[in-house]
């Protein structure tokens, strides 16, 4: 058998654990316009942290937590900032956040939440996290922060139970589209089964995250599509407040739209622009072997993954019309090198 793609770093993860435990309370802020892998593998950290004797909470940083995540086990156990009382803490600890600041209100109401004392321990996969914490674990080469975290808590000890299972999966299939994606590795899958055998349901994971949708959906769907444009390599769509209230839809719900964009012919890359209050927050995604969409997210000022990356373009329309001709531009450049 081959090895593995990547090994965990047991003393780190060892190291996390002592940090954690030190702390009376740790605030788990979640990346803003959480998804699967966000809420999970933050969950799953602090289920098992409890578990060993630490406290702390999960905090949605921007106050907004998508519908379709509440089949998640623990979800009712959130904290929402900005409806919830935010809670004391001494310590935070972030799982799946690439930019510690990008965090929604949570920060910009007081950067001193992030910029000042309070120790950080940062455990994330993406490839441009930039190392910013007391306890680093970033491994770009995982399919998803909760593959990382199944294999911390296999180094803490942790006995895996249905619903650690469930959520570790969630996160998972989230981030892999239901290991479909090129950041899926032989362990990524071994990880999966594990879980699996321990209880987690990879068929009622698929039919929420991918599959049961509600009408407002269709709605927001079929709008959007009407609205799909090109700009040279890149194929786009706007989602606009109008819409969003027309529909009386979330913004989360037209996330899986930029992955059936992704992979039109003669595209290189697609991109959904999210229109917000100081311009646009862009997701953006590729099957086009050389483009790199974290690159050209990094350009704007945003990160994620080679494969899945997204950015916020402040301005008008102006501002948007320079960031579509420029992205497609640079994944012109990138697809032919
Ligand atoms: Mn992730």
């Not at 940062?122 to 996290?129: A, L, R």
């Not at 991918?210 to 407002?216: C, D, L, M, T, V």
């Not at 819409?243 to 992979?263: M, R």
């Not at 916020?312 to 012109?332: H, K, M, V, W, Y």
Request: proline residues 4%; glycine residues 8%; aromatic residues 8%.
């Amino acid at each position: 058998m081959t090895s593995p793609a990547w090994e965990l770093d047991r003393a780190a993860a060892a190291q996390a654990l002592e940090v954690l435990k030190s702390a009376k309370n740790v605030c788990f802020p979640t990346h803003q316009n959480v998804d699967a892998d966000g809420v999970s593998s933050a969950l799953a950290m602090l289920k098992a942290l409890r578990q060993l004797g630490g406290n702390g909470f999960v905090l949605i940083s921007d106050g907004r937590f998508p519908r379709y995540l509440s089949f998640l086990p623990y979800s009712n156990e959130v904290v929402i900032y900005g409806k919830d009382e935010l809670p004391d803490y001494d310590m935070l600890c972030m799982v799946d956040c690439s930019d510690q600041r990008r965090l929604g209100k949570f920060y910009t109401d007081d950067p001193e939440r992030i910029d000042g004392d309070t120790p950080i321990v940062n455990i994330d996969h993406h490839v441009t996290n930039d190392r910013y914490g007391i306890v680093n674990i970033v491994e770009p080469r995982a399919a998803a922060a909760a593959e990382i975290a199944t294999h911390i808590l296999e180094v803490w000890g942790i006995t895996f139970d249905l619903p650690l299972a469930q959520l570790l999966l969630a996160g998972i299939y989230g981030d892999t589209l239901g290991l479909r994606t090129d950041n899926t590795t032989a362990r990524t899958i071994r990880t999966a089964a594990d879980l699996v055998d321990v209880g987690a349901d990879p068929a009622r994971i698929s039919d929420v995250l991918f599959r049961i949708k509600s009408a407002s959906t269709v709605c927001l769907w079929s709008r959007a599509l009407e609205g799909v444009s090109w700009q040279g390599s890149l194929l786009y769509t706007e989602v606009t407040r109008r819409l969003l209230a027309d529909c009386n839809a979330d913004a989360s719900e037209a996330e899986n739209l930029v992955n059936f964009l992704t992979g039109t012919e003669g595209s290189f890359l697609s991109a959904i622009l999210y229109e917000n209050e100081s311009g646009w927050r862009v997701s953006m995604r590729t099957l086009t072997p050389n483009v790199d969409v974290a690159a050209i997210a990094a350009h704007f000022g945003g990160g994620g993954h080679p494969k899945a990356a997204g950015c916020q373009i402040t301005g008008g329309i102006a501002e948007r019309d320079a960031f579509l001709r420029t992205a497609s531009e640079l994944a012109t450049e990138q697809a032919s090198s």
